[in-house]
Every structure is written in structure tokens, then in C-alpha cells.
């Protein structure tokens, strides 16, 4: 009987090893398959900060530019108003001068 009990405790003894075994290799395929997936992490990580940076300068050269529109639009408005202003300056003696011109004729 105790032979008997030897035996069974032996051969559990061994599906207990076979068991640890298979639980280290599982282990140790769990964690070579986590550095991979953190690679692969850490690589996207990179990119998406490298793409946030390049988008943070792509949005401040579009606040530059349309800073920069906005200021031409300023000063063409202004040219305008001056144009605008030396015009009627211009229609103002073109009348004067049509009218004194009319005036002087006998």
C-alpha cells in the first residue's frame, strides 16, 4: 500500500512539474508577446507625439498667415479709402475746372 501511495504521489509529483513547465513557457511566451505589443506602443507613442508637434507648427503658421491676411486686408482698405478720397479730390477740381473753364468762355 505504500508502494502503491509512493507511486501515485510520484506520478503527481510529475504531472505537477509537467504543469509548472507548461506554466513557465506560457509565461514567458505572455511576456516576450507584452514587449513586442510595448514596442509597438511606444513606436505609435512616437508618432502621435511627433504628428501633434508637427501639427502645433502647422496651426501657428496658420494663425500667422491669417494674422497676416487680416493685416493686408487692413492696409488694403485703408489704400482704398485714400484712392477713394483723392478721387472725389480729383472729380472735385476736374468740376472746378470744367466750371471755370465754361465761365472764362465769352
Known amino acids: 500500500r505504500l508502494h502503491s501511495t509512493t507511486e ?13 513547465r507548461d506554466l513557465e513557457y506560457a509565461n514567458k511566451v505572455v ?32 494663425q500667422q498667415t491669417q494674422a497676416n491676411a487680416a493685416a493686408e486686408r487692413h492696409d488694403w482698405h485703408s489704400a482704398m479709402k485714400t484712392l477713394e478720397g483723392e478721387n472725389e479730390d480729383l472729380r472735385r477740381r476736374l468740376q472746378w475746372l470744367e466750371r471755370s473753364a465754361a465761365a472764362s468762355k465769352p
Open 8 to 20: 501515485e504521489a510520484s506520478k503527481e509529483l510529475e504531472r505537477t512539474a509537467h504543469v509548472t
Open 31 to 62: 511576456r516576450d508577446e507584452n514587449q513586442v505589443v510595448q514596442h509597438r506602443v511606444q513606436a505609435l507613442l512616437d508618432t502621435v507625439g511627433t504628428l501633434r508637434e508637427e501639427l502645433r507648427a502647422q496651426f501657428k503658421t496658420v
